[in-house]
């Protein structure tokens, strides 16, 4: 008796690991960006990320929220993320329009401001797979990738000097564009993840 359980539990197993490997491999998932979204496809992918999410580190913002801040952020933003994630008052891209997930307009409706900076800025850091959301650890300082996630935490009441940068009405402010390095912020992997102390 308990031998058929086992050996049915196996052979039940055997056939889902089979059916999911001839899923993949028959050339019937969708993999391109004008196709149907797969069963629960978002569900999943929404829950590994929150789930990856909630294991990093949660720190305070690294730079303060003000002018040259926000400014500095409003820089790197234009040249690395706004041709996926959009301008204020601009349409969306050709590339933003053809990606599947299609990336958010960071400044249209409530954007990220309801996530906290270190959320973002876990996202520009390390990117997010399957999405077309690249890493910019390689790329960009600390400090300007908490520039930028400041700014988006702010992006609903931006001064008007920064509004003024994005939408190219004024040109970048000789501090903003100054070639002297920023000194880089301490990295959240220092931080210990939240909850820690705790323990």
Request: glycine residues 10%; proline residues 12%; hydrophobic residues 40%.
């Amino acid at each position: 008796m308990l031998k058929g359980v086992v050996l049915g539990i196996v052979l039940g197993v055997l056939l889902v690991v089979a059916g999911v490997y001839f899923y993949f491999s028959s050339g019937h998932v969708p993999v391109a960006t004008n196709s149907p979204e797969m069963p629960l496809e978002r569900k999943f992918a929404a829950a590994a990320l929150h789930a990856y999410l909630d294991q990093q580190p949660h720190p305070n913002p690294q730079v303060a929220a003000d002018e040259p801040n926000l400014l500095a952020g409003a820089k790197v933003y234009k040249e690395q993320c706004a041709v996926c994630h959009g301008l204020p008052g601009e349409p969306k891209t050709f590339m933003a329009d053809g990606m599947f997930p299609k990336p958010p307009q960071l400044f249209r409706g409530v954007g990220v401001t309801d996530d906290e900076p270190w959320e973002t800025f876990v996202k520009v850091e390390s990117g997010i797979r399957m999405t077309g959301m690249p890493g910019f650890k390689e790329h960009l300082s600390d400090r300007q990738m908490w520039q930028v996630s400041v700014l988006l935490k702010h992006a609903d009441g931006l001064p008007p000097t920064v509004k003024d940068f994005l939408t190219g009405e004024t040109p970048a402010p000789v501090a903003v564009t100054s070639g002297a390095p920023a000194t880089p912020a301490p990295s959240i992997a220092t931080a210990p993840p939240a909850g820690a102390a705790k323990k």
